[in-house]
């Protein structure tokens, strides 16, 4: 019975994908999404059910078989989905969420010519990233991570007629790519590494990157070849935040908001992006011999989160102001993630790292769809400096914005308050470590100033929308008006989901209990102290008021001070894309364009060359294709005297 | 000459070294390829000579006449001339100089005649080898066909004056270098003493020996000139002498041995008549 | 029949050979390559019968007949194709006929009509009788000219039944 619940929650998605494909190839644009609703809903409810039966059984894990896949010689690969909790808690957002926005994207894809084509891609997305969180080993989760990769290329690009869309969409694909490699160097490296010790010897290679196997042999790996694991893990984590946009692999989720804003919701904020959050969890019995890993994830999780709220305050693009928030957030739950090298703090870490995915999937996904919302309403114009005050036109999505936007500046008693607060008391709990503490005691002051940078940008991004004189753009025409319910009432699950998960998980202990199931998180008592919960709702308010004066002010028209560089950084992403450009991607053009012009020009050449001579060698034969018979009587003469002579003379008179 | 009894013309004979029959090279000496080769180098000029002499002037085309005179002089200077074999040689000067006088004329008529006087004389070579029947053959087809031909020449250039291209030949020295090469090699394979494979008997084909007891041929034997009967085979000195000129001989061979030759020649004759006259016909009359 | 004559007679035929050979490549006139070509076939014949003589049998003379039995057979094709060729252009040229040249090939060059020297001289006769066109038979004398005997032979037997 679970084994079939199990194996629908993909499966359910897989055959909403072939039908939707079905109806794409026959041009419709009606009742696709019917196929994809329903097959998503039923996802959704098995993966509730597999949470509510206790799939991962009384150890904590449950391998449900599939087929074999592969039986070539010694080389056998198994298809089987691994349940366990910490799978279990990603695999209820992700359908959960993604039934929600499918039902949102009826009306919101209303008349589009690809409206088949987008549920399709979409049900492909939610079968790649379940089959993902379901992986039992490494290589499948690889191949479903490219899955998703793939399904957010075609989204991103689904509107490929734009020259922004497709271009956005192959430098979210290219920069994946980088990331992708030296994550597929990391696992082949990882098998090689089991293989040597003795849980791995003897074991074929694919089956080797079992997560069994490789858990199994890391302690053995740490202690004997503790430098290469470290490397593995390195590689992993490049993998890992390529995946989650993290510095300074972050380039290509702003650029992603090109695809449709439910995609973005979908994908670019609730689950993909949370993708390489999962690994790291995942991987925490690999990581824990890794503290020098771990400390780099925390920081680069920290900077990112420092720069993506930088960058959040001075853009005026409301879609690119969540985008940033996105990244800004996924650096907080690396930042938790990181806080795992701390003594005895692993379990906490990926608690407090899951919690915040949960809560800021539901929120995050929540601002997206009402800024979707807003852009339906407002004629596809998403620039804040072109619309004010619409809480009359918009007065739903002003309540569902306001509520998104409180749970993410981290208002108590809202689900970002508490998420917040338990990464942040993780952060203070791991400067405790004698060892490496103060890299957290600086980790958390950054985290602090992030969290005050959130509530001003949400604040002030919240307050330039809805409040003020009432102005709306010319592409909206006359005919701006509030969504349809059925754009609403995922909404407002959602909503709900942002308010009470936080209270309902935190600080009752259930995500912790029900995480600790898991047998690579162990379990840790962990407390937070009143003072980190009383300062972080002190800021969060001061940083919603000042929010609020800082959209009444509008936008700073100083040319000089540290006020214009910080803006002027902001609004020029930190001047990343441009380094980028300029360092990685003009060379490669440069290098692109010697090699196009060597192979135009010297290999060409020397392939005409060579190919010229019996060319030139027949224009000479040519010449002698008079057509006339005394040429041709004559070229005969020739070769029969030649023939004579040398008839003659070859011997020996 | 030795002649061998045996009977593998057709077979694969081993290649035997012991077995070679060795070709004396008596009178050519060094002399005698001097004088040969300069009587074909001056022919060759001769030839010339005369082409350029006929379009451009007399003076040369006498110098041409000088030069064929000295060749011709040359050549059988040094050709064992006993007193039998003069009109053998006369025939064979006649014979070049009439090819000669072919290939540089004028005029298609003078052409024509030269051709004739060629092939009649090449008939009169045959004639004095005994080979009647060929040479009568070679007379009445040559002489029929030329006489047709030089009706054709007539018919099609009914010409007032000549026509450039009876005039003028196409590169006439290169073409004189490749046949002096020509003439050359072929005068010192044959001239130049050497091995030969030694003569064998095809008995397989009796009448193509009718005549030659000795040698297994001829079944019954004919009497032939010399007078020499079935009942007195020939001694291998006789049959060195024999010469097979009866022309009686020679029919008997083509209708027994090679009458499958003989009636696929007939055919080959039937099917060009044929096709000359489909090819002759108007194209307008007959689209095909 | 000595081998020294078989030697000499094979030079013969090489040298007859030789000479066909230069007229088939020399002469532009179609008929007189023709010719040419027969020039060569009779210096192979005597060849073959130089060797029919040494060998004492019968086999080159046949093989000489065959020779002329094939080349009866392409006097008749060749002179059939002579006459269609002449049909098309009205020249025995060979040069004329290149159609088949490639593009790049020099074309044949032009033959110059003015070839020096001795024009040629034909024989020229005495004009007989009138010349009809400068001198057209008078109306008057047409039923006298009619009743000629000397007319023509088929005249003269219709006249007689008619009178």
């Known amino acids: 019975m679970l084994n079939l619940f199990a194996w629908m929650v993909p499966i359910s ?3 909403g994908c072939l039908i939707c494909t079905f109806l794409a190839f026959r041009g419709d644009t009606k009742i696709a999404h019917l196929p994809a609703i329903v097959s998503l809903l039923f996802s959704a409810l098995f993966a509730i059910c597999l949470l509510l039966f206790g799939a991962q059984g009384a150890e904590g894990i449950a391998i449900f078989e599939g087929y074999r896949y592969l039986d070539v010689g010694g080389l056998t690969l198994d298809i089987a989905l691994r349940v366990d909790t910490l799978c279990l808690t990603l695999l209820t957002v992700v359908t959960c969420i993604s039934a929600m926005i499918a039902i949102y994207s009826r009306d919101y894809m209303h008349n589009d010519p690809g409206y088949a084509r987008y549920f399709a891609v979409f049900c492909g997305f939610v079968f790649s990233m379940t089959m993902l969180v379901l992986s039992h080993n490494l290589l499948m989760l690889y191949g479903f991570w490219e899955g998703v990769g793939t399904c957010s290329y075609l989204l991103i690009g689904y509107w490929y007629q734009r020259p922004s869309a497709a271009r956005a969409a192959t430098k979210a694909f290219l920069v994946n790519r980088i990331a992708d490699t030296a994550f597929l160097f990391g696992i082949l490296l990882l098998g090689y590494a089991v293989g040597q010790t003795d849980a791995g010897s003897g074991v074929s290679y694919l089956n080797r990157l079992d997560f069994v196997l490789i858990f199994d042999a890391a302690p053995v790996l740490a202690e004997r070849h503790g430098a290469l694991l470290t490397f593995i893990g390195m590689l992993l984590m490049i993998g890992a935040i390529g995946k989650s946009a993290q510095f300074p692999f972050h380039v290509w989720l702003p650029d992603a908001m090109e695809g449709p804003t439910p995609v973005s919701a979908l994908i670019h904020a609730a689950t993909m992006v949370t993708a390489g959050v999962y690994l790291m969890a995942r991987l925490a019995p690999l990581t824990e011999f890794t503290p020098t890993v771990l400390v780099t994830v925390a920081w680069l999780g920290g900077i990112t989160a420092l720069i993506g709220a930088w960058m959040a305050m001075y853009q005026d693009d409301l879609k690119r102001v969540l985008a940033y928030s996105t990244v800004s957030q996924l650096g907080y739950l690396f930042m938790a993630l990181g806080a795992g090298a701390a003594k005895d703090m692993m379990g906490v870490a990926i608690i407090a790292a899951m919690f915040h995915l949960v809560t800021h999937a539901f929120f995050k996904a929540l ?34 914005f306001g509520i998104g936007a409180a749970a993410l500046a981290g208002l108590p008693p809202l689900a970002g308050f508490f998420s917040k607060d338990s990464v942040l008391s993780v952060l203070l709990d791991a400067s405790h470590d004698t060892m490496i503490g103060s890299h957290y005691m600086m980790l958390l002051v950054i985290g602090m100033v992030t969290a005050f940078l959130t509530a001003i ?3 002030k991004a919240y307050f330039r929308t809805f409040h003020g004189t009432e102005k709306i753009p010319k592409a909206a025409g006359h005919h701006a008006h509030e969504a349809s319910t059925f754009m609403l009432a995922p909404m407002a699950v959602l909503a709900v989901g942002a308010v009470f998960v936080g209270i309902l998980l935190g600080p009752t202990s259930a995500i912790a209990n029900y995480l600790q199931q898991t047998p690579g998180v162990p379990h840790a008592e962990h407390s937070e102290p009143w003072w980190i919960l009383a300062g972080s709702a002190v800021i969060a308010v001061v940083g919603v008021v000042l929010g609020q004066f800082l959209a009444g002010r509008g936008p700073s028209t100083s040319t000089s001070g540290v006020g214009f560089v910080l803006a002027d950084f902001g609004r020029n992403r930190l001047y990343i894309d441009w380094l980028f450009t300029r360092v990685l991607v003009w060379p490669g053009e440069w290098f692109a364009r010697f090699c196009g012009w060597w192979d135009e020009n010297v290999v060409n050449g020397m392939t005409n060359a060579v190919a010229n001579v019996p060319r030139g060698l027949g224009l000479m034969g040519q010449r002698l294709q008079t057509g006339r018979i005394p040429t041709y009587s004559y070229l005969t003469a020739v070769g029969f005297a030649v023939v004579a002579i040398w008839v003659v003379t070859r011997t020996n008179w | 000459m030795q002649l061998m009894n045996e009977a593998w013309l057709f077979g694969q004979a081993p290649f035997d070294p012991g077995n070679l029959m060795r070709v004396p090279g008596t009178h050519f000496d060094g002399t005698f390829s001097t004088a040969m080769l300069g009587a074909i180098v001056l022919g060759a000029t001769a030839y010339w000579l005369l082409q350029r002499g006929v379009v451009k002037s007399k003076s040369m085309a006498i110098a041409g006449y000088v030069v064929f005179g000295i060749a011709a002089m040359l050549g059988l200077a040094y050709v064992p001339a006993n007193m039998e074999d003069v009109i053998l040689y006369c025939f064979s000067l006649l014979a070049i100089a009439g090819g000669l006088a072919f290939i540089v004329a004028r005029e298609p008529v003078h052409a024509a005649l030269g051709f004739a006087t060629a092939v009649l004389s090449a008939c009169g070579v045959l004639f004095m080898q005994q080979a009647y029947f060929v040479a009568a053959a ?11 031909i030089f009706l054709f020449v007539l018919m099609f250039a009914q010409q007032t004056h000549l026509k450039p291209y009876d005039v003028l030949l196409t590169r006439p020295a290169l073409a004189a270098i490749i046949g002096t090469a020509l003439v050359i090699t072929i005068t010192w394979s044959v001239a130049e003493e050497g091995e030969i494979l030694p003569l064998k008997i095809d008995v397989s084909r009796p009448n193509s020996l009718a005549g030659q007891p000795a040698l297994g041929g001829g079944d019954p034997p004919v009497p032939i000139l010399g007078a020499v009967s079935s009942e007195s085979p020939m001694s291998p000195e006789e049959a060195a002498r024999f010469v097979p000129s009866k022309t009686a001989g020679l029919g008997r061979a083509m209708y027994t041995d090679y009458l499958m030759a003989v009636e696929l020649a007939g055919t080959v004759l039937l099917v060009a ?16 | ?125 005495t004009p007989a009788g009138l010349d009809p066109i400068s001198n057209p038979v008078p109306s008057t004398l047409d039923t ?7 007319s023509a032979g088929s005249n003269t037997s219709e006249a007689s039944s008619r009178a």
């Open chain 3, 1 to 125: 029949m000595s081998i020294i004559d078989t030697q000499n007679l094979l030079i013969l035929g090489g040298v007859l050979f030789a000479i066909g050979l230069v007229g088939f490549l020399t002469r532009r006139s179609m008929i007189l390559m023709f010719l040419s070509l027969e020039t060569m076939l009779s210096g192979v014949s005597v060849n073959l019968i130089a060797f029919s003589k040494l060998h004492m049998n019968y086999q080159g003379q046949i093989l000489a007949i065959m020779v002329l039995a094939i080349a009866a057979c392409e006097a008749a094709l060749a002179l059939a194709l002579i006459v269609s060729l002449y049909r098309r252009k009205a020249t025995l040229d060979v040069e004329a006929w290149d159609e088949l040249s490639e593009v790049v090939s020099p074309k044949a060059p032009d033959i110059p009509v003015d070839f020096g020297g001795a024009e040629p001289s034909f024989p020229k006769l």
């Open chain 1, 13 to 15: 998605p897989l055959i």
């Open chain 2, 138 to 148: 070679t007379i009445i087809v040559y002489a029929g066909a030329t006489i047709i």
């Open chain 2, 273 to 288: 008549t044929v096709g000359a006259i489909v090819l002759a016909q108007k194209q307008g009359r007959n689209p095909t």
């Open chain 3, 144 to 150: 006298v000219i009619k009743n000629q005997s000397w």
């Open chain 1, 367 to 400: 601002l997206f769809l009402s800024a979707g919302n807003v852009m339906h309403a407002m004629g596809d114009v998403i620039d804040m400096r072109q619309f004010a005050g619409l809480r009359r036109v918009l007065p739903k999505t002003h309540i569902l």
């Open chain 1, 457 to 459: 940008y949400t604040s």
